[in-house]
Nanobody
Framework: VQLQASGGGLVQAGGSLRLSCAAS????????MGWFRQAPGKEREFVAG????????DYADSVKGRFTVSRDNAKNTVYLEMNSLKPEDTAVYYC?????WGFGFRTLDYDYWGQGTLVTVSS
């Protein structure tokens, strides 16, 4: 499967962005999906995960209550709705997929990665 992340950009603190991750090559419904981010000089970290059906999700503590992950398997797309953005949310955001049953919290839990989309939050 090939993944294409989009939707990043420059936003002021307190603003919102919606990231999309479009899949091609195979149906997205057989993959659990994750969103990760990597800030300059830092390791890539887990942001959110969603099961194949979308029935279960989880979030990093730093984004709980502000970010929402969802998926539309009919459109082969996963979304990350980001609200109340903070300067510390600035990073390149990546979507990832894995053909397992439960989503993981580590980068090595995912076999397929998109190219990343840059989110910059100004103060």
């Amino acid at each position: 499967v090939q993944l294409q992340a989009s939707g990043g950009g420059l936003v002021q603190a307190g603003g919102s962005l919606r990231l999309s991750c479009a899949a091609s090559g195979r149906t997205l419904s057989i993959y659990v999906m994750g969103w990760f981010r990597q800030a300059p000089g830092k390791e890539r970290e887990f942001v959110a995960g969603i099961t194949r059906s979308g029935g279960s999700t989880d979030y990093a503590d730093s984004v709980k209550g502000r970010f929402t992950v969802s998926r539309d398997n009919a459109k082969n797309t996963v979304y990350l709705e980001m609200n109340s953005l903070k300067p510390e949310d600035t990073a390149v955001y990546y979507c990832a997929a894995d053909p397992s049953w439960g989503f993981g919290f580590r980068t090595l839990d995912y076999d397929y990665w998109g190219q990343g989309t840059l989110v910059t939050v100004s103060s």
